[in-house]
């Protein structure tokens, strides 16, 4: 009997064939499947939902292929680097930072080359810091540095003739207020008599020779009740050796100056003082033209600081390098200051003095009761030191020139 199968559209449909003999049916269904990429879709119509097409399978995309490469020649020519164009605001800002990196350099070699010692210290009884501040200023009479020519040749003398050890040619206190009064340089003079702590009464310049600068600046500080507060000293040698780093102070003598000492000649005139002249016109008091000897010499010592501090802050001076670089090299070897002292406290100092030439600067000696300026006027010396403790003006009935 034959078995028929009816679809769904009413026909017949034969049986499925038997697999050969021999053949399994998984065999023969391996058979009728295609392989992979090749045959017929695995969307058949067996395994595809009723209803549906077929998917349509779009080719792959061709590969993507760069566009052609333009012949180097025909690319524009390149244009040349631009040059960098400098304006002057540039110039004057790079020429501003060169100046502020040389003055910095300038500080910096300064501050760390100029010698130093201790020469201000706290003690029992040490006077208060009042208004304005207070320099001691010291021209000692070392010859630290020099050779015999070099002392033959500026007249320095003796050390032995001069009593031994270092004292003080010049000693002076410089004055800068807080306010808007005047400066003051007072000079002390070195033979004045004043009580030196541990060692009684003796002339001022001996404390420098007993004690140093420690002890001098007591001795000055009890002597004028005055509170110290900046140290700077000045030896033979570095003073001449600024001045000559400069070319010479011009000055104006009133008279011929001949020390009979000294044996220094210095003819009257307006002219430029070399260190050796300069030296000796400073330390002069065995002259003709210091009638009042060492009233005389204070007040030449002075008037030259002023003529000095003038010239080496003016133009021609600091624009000119034959003169500043010597300057420069010869002035850490000159000055000593006081360990807690810095350079710009020294310039300070020197802006304030530059006045002295031109009258903005009080210039006075310590009032004496005679010429020998040992003995100082007790009442017009108080009224003096009162003045600068409080910053007032100095009066002028105790100054003296």
Known sequence: MVMTYRGDDGGRRMPPPRPPAGRSRDHQRAQMMPLPGRGRSPYDERTRPMGTREPEYAPPPPPRQDPPRRPVDDYPPSRPPRRRRWSIGKVLGALVLVFVVFL????????????????????????????????????????????EADEER?????????????????IMVAHLPDNSTKPTLLSLPR???VSIPGHGKNKI????????????????????????????????????????????????IDKDMDDTMTGISIKAGCQSLDGRSALGFVRMR????????????????????????????SPGTLLN??????????APDALTMDSGDHVHNLAGLAIAMRGISSGGVVT????????????????????????????AEVPDSVIVN
Request: hydrophobic share 40%.
């Open 191 to 193: 033979d004045s008599q």
């Open 104 to 147: 910095a350099g300038i500080w910096v070699y300064l501050e760390f080359s100029i010698k130093r010692v201790d020469a201000l210290a706290d003690y029992s009884g040490r006077p208060v810091a009042a208004s304005g501040t207070n320099w001691l200023i010291v021209g000692s009479d070392s010859r630290e540095g020099l050779t």
């Open 286 to 313: 065995h002259s003709s033209a210091t009638p009042r000897s060492d009233l005389d010499r204070v007040a030449n010592q002075r008037k030259f600081i002023g003529a000095l501090v003038s010239q080496i802050a």
């Open 205 to 252: 310049n001996a404390a420098f020779s007993l004690g140093g600068p420690k002890l001098l600046a007591q001795t000055v500080e009890g002597a004028t009740g005055l509170h110290i507060d900046h140290y700077a000293e000045i030896g033979f040698g570095g003073f001449a050796k600024i001045v000559d780093a400069i070319g010479g102070v011009d000055m104006c």
């Open 364 to 391: 006075t000696t310590v009032p004496v009761t005679s010429g020998s300026a040992e003995n100082w006027d007790k009442a017009k010396s108080k009224q003096l030191f009162d003045a600068l403790k409080t910053d």
């Open 154 to 170: 500026l007249a320095t003398g003796d050390v032995a003739a001069a009593g031994g050890g270092q004292r003080t040619d010049t």
């Open 321 to 330: 390098p034959f003169d500043f670089f010597p300057l420069l090299s010869s």
